[in-house]
């Protein structure tokens, strides 16, 4: 349908109606998560106590965690809550895969261009859950998830999910751990970067996860695909879009285009109750640069009461606890 024709079933009141649902009604339910926070920070000149974050005038990772939990309170509408219990700080960089550990001149030879990046840069998972006895926590119902902060070159995954029935959620399923009693996600955040980025990773586990909740689905009762429809895959159909393409974006991370496009993203304000409105968005709706655009992403989530095709209408609940997700 024309962008024309589009703009005038919306005036006509005939916007169609492409997604089948059936509805129970139900209190909403509020979310929490509980979060153990490491932070790799080595020393790299011993005489002077100056740690890299400091060396590299990076953020604090206690700001950046306290705003992206602040950002995750506020576009949830309050119905998802981080709380961080626990800060462990490292002096050390992370163990590699194969064994390898950079020490803070081999790491300043990378940084400074100087030598090339140690490969395989993948971190040693296993190490640092059997080092930090996550098995116990997670299982032991102790702790929920777990935040790195770490740095270029660090290793880590923006997100990866363990446990019982785990699947992939921007990366492969952590190996041997299928034997704990509970999902759980470990989120790869970095000091040298903001909380734009830090909303990305997040923003990306939010469609693993939801696309697994509606997997099981048929397409026309897949709510999840509608959300993500933008103007370049579904002309004069866009939603919300997805992390990576907002309603009118051309290619990856195109946040900032001025192009206008019909969408029905201020629909998803009424979720389940879907009126077909429309109204026409560029940039300027979003913010039309990294952090802002995640906001206004994140702020389109449902977060109600009730059912809708047995899936929960507040979507926070899965994203911040896979447990909730049926395998």
């Not at 879009?241 to 285009?257: L, M, Q, T, V």
């Not at 969408?263 to 979003?286: A, I, Q, R």
């Amino acid at each position: 349908m024309s962008l024309l024709n589009k703009l005038n079933a919306l005036i006509a009141g005939n916007a169609p109606a492409t997604v089948q649902t059936q509805r129970v009604l139900q209190p909403v339910q509020i979310i929490s998560s509980r979060v153990l926070l490491f932070v790799y920070d080595p020393i790299i000149e011993p005489a002077s106590g100056k740690k890299l974050s400091q060396l590299m005038n990076w953020a604090r990772a206690a700001d950046l965690a306290n705003q992206f939990c602040a950002d995750v309170l506020e576009t949830s509408g309050g119905v998802a809550k981080y709380q961080i219990i626990k800060r462990i700080e490292l002096n050390e960089f992370p163990l590699k895969a194969d064994g390898f550990r950079y020490t803070p001149q081999t790491y300043l030879n990378v940084i400074n261009h100087t030598a090339p990046a140690h490969s395989p840069d993948a971190v040693n998972y296993q190490d640092f859950l059997t080092r930090y006895k996550i098995p116990q926590l997670v299982s032991g119902n102790q702790i929920d998830e777990i935040w790195i902060f770490g740095f270029p070159y660090a290793g880590f995954a923006e997100s990866i999910m363990g446990g019982v029935g785990a699947f992939f959620c921007n990366a492969s399923p952590l190996p041997a751990t299928a034997q704990y009693a509970r999902r759980f996600v470990i989120m790869g955040f970095s000091c040298e970067r903001g909380v734009g980025e830090m909303l990305e990773s997040f923003g990306h586990r939010t469609e693993f996860s939801m696309e697994k909740v509606y997997s099981h689905l048929a397409p026309e009762k897949n709510l999840w695909k509608k959300f993500v429809r933008y103007d370049k895959a579904f002309p004069g159909e866009a939603e919300v879009g997805s992390i990576h393409f907002a309603p009118n974006s051309e290619k990856d991370y195109d946040w900032a285009n001025p192009r206008y496009v019909l969408s029905h993203c201020d629909d998803w304000y009424n979720f389940p109750n879907f009126s077909g409105g429309l109204k026409p968005v560029n940039k300027t709706e979003w913010g039309g640069e990294i952090h802002a655009h995640h906001k206004w992403w994140l702020k389109h989530l449902p977060k109600t009461g009730g059912q809708t095709n047995g899936i929960a209408n507040n979507w926070w609940q899965y994203v911040l606890d896979p447990n909730r997700i049926s395998i």
